[in-house]
């Protein structure tokens, strides 16, 4: 079951979205902001995020910057209703898997998100850095030994 951690200040939306994929199959969790969003990476793998790129504080950019950066085996899509060509190249350059324009339709981000869970399936490199990352390299070899 694929991991998604959805991130929107609009918690109505996040509620719709949660609902329709955890009823698709999906594990769903919301961050209203960045800086929660920030805290369940840390806490936990996600196979995917959905980010709204414009909130209050800090933006999906910031958070794409972090995902890119040390949460590689982690998809990113963007969700926006700005649909500004150039903030779509800038997600497209800074490594997001996508970017759907609001309102869409639950089909094609459930469409979206299937292509990006088969394509970018967890490998064992990745979750062993992620069980270093969290245990210390001496743990983490026994721990996965």
């Not at 609001?102 to 967890?122: G, Q």
Request: glycine share 6%; charged share 25%; proline share 3%.
């Amino acid at each position: 079951m694929p991991n998604i951690l959805i991130v929107d200040d609009d918690n109505c939306l996040a509620f719709i979205l949660s609902e329709y994929l955890e009823a698709a199959g999906h594990g769903c969790t919301h961050a209203e902001n960045v800086k929660e969003a920030r805290r369940y990476l840390g806490q936990q793998i996600f196979d995917l995020v959905i980010s709204d790129v414009n909130m209050p504080g800090e933006s999906g950019f910031d958070l794409l910057r972090d995902v890119a950066s040390y949460h590689t085996g982690t998809a990113f899509l963007f969700m926006s209703a700005t649909d500004d060509i150039r903030n779509i190249r800038r997600a497209i350059q800074m490594g997001a898997n996508g970017y759907l324009v609001k309102p869409f339709r639950l089909t094609d981000l459930h469409a979206k998100i299937s292509t990006l869970v088969k394509s970018s399936s967890r490998r064992p490199a990745f979750l062993f850095d992620r069980v270093t990352e969290k245990l210390g390299a001496a743990r983490a070899v026994n721990y996965c030994s």
